[in-house]
């Protein structure tokens, strides 16, 4: 059957026409209002590297001859960091509720904020939840919650601000933040670097003490010069990653590209979000109606 063009115009218009307008009228007005109502966002971002130097040494084969010190290898050592124990940790709720400990305004930022004033420079909250004037929650919840929000709580919000990508080719992870507040923002990720740096090495340095603590006191046990000598390494090792730790700050993280003060909002995302889904919305309309006619039999 040849298709006539015209004559399937006509169909589409009496039949279908309406119904398809009317879906793709609604479908991007409802995007239309979810993009503009969203409060615009600042985004900025950094390029890190997992720090590989603190994870050298030769303790491997030092721990090989010291076969009579039974249990000695799950003391001695430090963790196996990697990209994927970043990312972890950056995410988690024992590295937000430190975050929480150092500055709890961030509670407020978070969770709270509606909009950042441009001319006051600082950050409308939402004043249902928190009255900035009076430093005070004023949400109204349930038990056994409370006014003010704990780090449990707020932790998906945190996920929403706080992205990171890992790329596995390259070993690069890209972290950024976004925020209504373009100086929260630049901040909480330079915050975020630094602490999880800071966080990893009193980690690690908690370790290498309490093995420099158990080496001392095996060597005042053992008798035999050749475990003594290993021993003797060991300690020379772990004093030599406990120097590293306390003289570097990209302990855990390398810094490739710092955190930057984004000077652009998100509004061009919101722009090319809505010519996308003007697009989906008229190819699924299209789709749409071909389908209809074709089960009709009006086109084969």
Not at 200 to 229: G, H, M, P, W
Request: include cysteine; hydrophobic fraction near 40%.
């Amino acid at each position: 059957m040849k298709l006539d063009l015209f004559f399937l115009v006509d169909k589409i218009k009496k039949r279908w026409g309406l119904c398809a307008s009317s879906f793709s009228f609604v479908f991007l007005s409802c995007i239309s209002y979810f993009l503009f109502i969203a409060p615009v966002e600042y985004r900025s971002s950094a390029v890190l590297m997992v720090t590989q130097e603190q994870r050298g040494g030769n303790q491997a084969n030092q721990l090989s001859n010291l076969v009579g010190l039974g249990g000695l290898s799950s003391l001695i050592g430090s963790q196996n960091v990697d990209s994927n124990y970043a990312i972890e940790l950056i995410q988690s709720k024992n590295f937000l509720k430190r975050l929480i400990q150092k500055d709890e305004s961030l509670i407020p930022k978070i969770y709270a904020s509606s909009k950042f004033d441009k001319a006051k420079q600082m950050i409308i909250y939402k004043d249902n939840l928190y009255n900035n004037d009076q430093n005070k929650w004023v949400r109204k919840v349930k038990s056994p919650y409370q006014s003010k929000p704990n780090f449990v709580e707020i932790h998906s919000n945190y996920l929403e601000v706080v992205n990171i990508f890992n790329n596995r080719e390259t070993g690069f992870l890209y972290l950024s933040t976004q925020h209504v507040s373009p100086i929260f923002s630049f901040e909480f990720l330079e915050m975020i670097v630094r602490e999880i740096n800071l966080y990893a090495k009193e980690k690690d340095l908690i370790e290498i003490e309490k093995s420099l603590n158990f080496l001392y006191e095996q060597y005042q046990i053992y008798t035999e010069s050749s475990v003594r000598a290993s021993i003797n390494n060991l300690i020379e090792s772990n004093l030599e990653k406990q120097m590293y730790a306390n003289t570097k700050e990209e302990y855990l993280l390398t810094i490739i590209d710092a955190p930057y003060l984004p000077l652009e909002d998100n509004a061009l995302s919101k722009i090319l979000v809505l010519v996308l889904s003007l697009l989906l919305s008229t190819i699924s309309t299209v789709t749409f109606l071909f389908l209809m006619l074709y089960r009709e039999g009006t086109i084969k």
